[in-house]
């Protein structure tokens, strides 16, 4: 097979002779293969054009069916885009001649013709064709163009290498008439440097004939000197080498839509609220870094992930307004601390991100955190408010090897919790074993909750003895996990995660009828006078909630225990971070009968004038004061202040973690009413709590509290 392009023709001739010698001379033909369909009759011959796919036709006048220019018109009419060469005898010359103002790309006289000229007018008429087509449609392309009144026009003379412009293209970029000169290097003067390149190249592809069409947005200086953006839309003819002439298009203004998408995508990229960076856009920033990294592991570069402590409580106490201010104040700061390559970002709420890029090593890191430490320390004026805040501050650094921002952000965010948990406004940076510590909690997280679903609890009861009769007077009743794996688990290593993740509450609840069932059970199989009553230790976040007064009315009917024989224990810490509710609640619960006990009392931050505040029914000792009684005398002092104080007050007193029966001696002297620890005895299965009961006076062995 040839390498030669082919080229369908379509002769439509009659005379036979004049066929054959059509088909005897593209026959000879050397540059191109000639793929010839012959009809002798005009009705074929449009019937053919409209089947088939032509180059080109090959039309002699005068046919059987029909006679000069109408023949011509008929099949110009059937394909208007192929191009049609006329034959002709001597005699029709003028006909022929108009044929080809009517559109005809050429006439050859039939007994002139040879293969060379018979080619040559072949290949011009197929490439003048579609010249003439592009032509076509580029101007209906400027027609378009110029219709929109807003549009500038250029047409580009390539040969003579100069430019119309339209007075409205002048006009657009602030020029008067006679400001802007034809010469096409002005043009490009323009153009926006940045955009030069791009402009350039899009161009001499479309030149070269590579694209279909020239289209671009881009920046054109205006006479006052600003920049002003364009979309720019050009369209090229050819000649039939494949020369462009010509390049004529449009310019339409579009600066108004790139303003309001370059707005829209910095609100997209932003925080409303301080302008920082938002998430998205700093996730985008830590690829960066990290790619860069990778690249180049001399660019090392760290993370702070920041959270604002008690934050929530400038909110509460100085209104939202004031605290969307300090937001932006410091976010202000951040920036002007900062340095260019690095990125501020506002995360969440009180959360904020910094990235900082070239930071050689962790103490460089370090060192930022105790300077935006102290940038949060100096107070903040506002609206006549001095404020000021701390932070707690999560490191993690690009040597600890990362290979996704995700990774980076979640060490962070795990270091930070550990600066919160080891006391606010410090800062920690991650390592390994952090992330171990968090991959456990994570599993521990997963099983509690499973836990909670399967009821893997039970409760153990530790007894409240009266110190000076020795008798049990009540129990505390303490949770047990019982893992399917590990046992029973302590509470210690849980309760902490059931108030984060809220499992605390069907916990709680769950917590709370099962001791008030089996108090019940005691009290009617043990009676006494007074009844044997349950301290039931409640989360804060239980002790919040809305309903809580209604749910442990319904405890009370279904278990019918006597709202007497309840105590909640609740920290101090509880009480006095929800003051409001605390109160609203505390008082509707001691309208009920139902009474207070303050847990772990002395090791809060709470004083003593607290107690008369809250009118608590009674004070639980902490062990630790306990422990030191038989050292030194601060203990021992501070003990009787407690139970002088509880004593005018008329609270209730219970000694916790009695481990001797030497402190269980000397809080009896200091008339402490009640004990409760390991000496007397541990917290046991109810079963085991049952049968000290049912003991009577004589359940104490004096062993240890050991149960038996
Ligand atoms: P707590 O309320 O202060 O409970 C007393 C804790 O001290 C219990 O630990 C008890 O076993 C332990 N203890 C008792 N006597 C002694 C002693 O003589 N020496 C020593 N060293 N320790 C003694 P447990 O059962 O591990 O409970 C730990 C904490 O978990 C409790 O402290 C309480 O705050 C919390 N907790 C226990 N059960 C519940 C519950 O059902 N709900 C809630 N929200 N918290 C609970
Ligand atoms: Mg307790
Ligand atoms: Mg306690």
Partial sequence: MSQHPRIRVLLVEDSPDDARLIHVLLGKATEADFAITHEDRLARGVLRLKQDRFDVVLLDFSLPDSFGLNTFLTIHETAPKVPVIVLTSL????????????????????????????????????????????????????????QGANDGVFDWNLRSDSIYFSPRWKKMLGHAEDEVSPNPREWFERVHPDDI????????????????????????????????????????VFDSDGKPLRMAGSQSDITARKVAEEKLQHDAL???????????LFMDRLSCALADFERAPEQQFAVLFFDLDRFKNVNDSLGHPLGDKLLRGIAHRLEHYLRPGDTVARIGGDEFAILLNRINDIPGAIHVAERIQELLGMTFSIDGHEVFVTASIGIAHSATGYRSPDEIMRDADIAMYRAKAAGKARYEVFDRNMHQSAVALLKLETELRLGVQNNDFAMHYQPIVDLESGRIVGFESLVRWMHPERGIVSPNSFIAIAEETGLIVPLGWWVLEESCRQTHLWQSRFPSDPPLFINVNVSGKLFMKPGIVDRLMEILESTNLLPESLRLEVTENVVLEHVDIALDNLNQLRAMGIQLSIDDFGTGYSSLSYLQRFRYDQLKIDRSFVSRLSHGSDSRAIVETILGLANNLGIGVVAEGVETAEQAERLRQMSCPHGQGFWFSRPLTADAAGNLLAAGPEWFTGDGGLPA
């Fill in 270 to 280: 932003h925080d409303d609220l301080t302008s920082l960076a938002n998430r998205v």
């Fill in 91 to 146: 005699d029709d010359d003028e006909l022929a001649a108009h044929a080809v103002r009517e559109g005809a790309q050429d006439y050859l006289v039939k007994r002139e013709v040879d293969t060379r000229l018979l080619v040559r007018s072949i290949r011009y008429a197929i490439a003048r064709q579609a010249a003439d087509d592009a032509l076509r449609d580029s101007e209906q392309r400027y027609a378009l163009a110029v």
């Fill in 197 to 236: 390149p791009t402009f350039r190249r899009r161009l001499s592809t479309h030149l070269d004939g590579e694209s279909g069409h020239f289209r671009l947005e881009h920046r054109m200086r205006s006479a006052d000197g600003n920049w002003l953006w364009v979309l720019t839309r050009g369209l090229a």
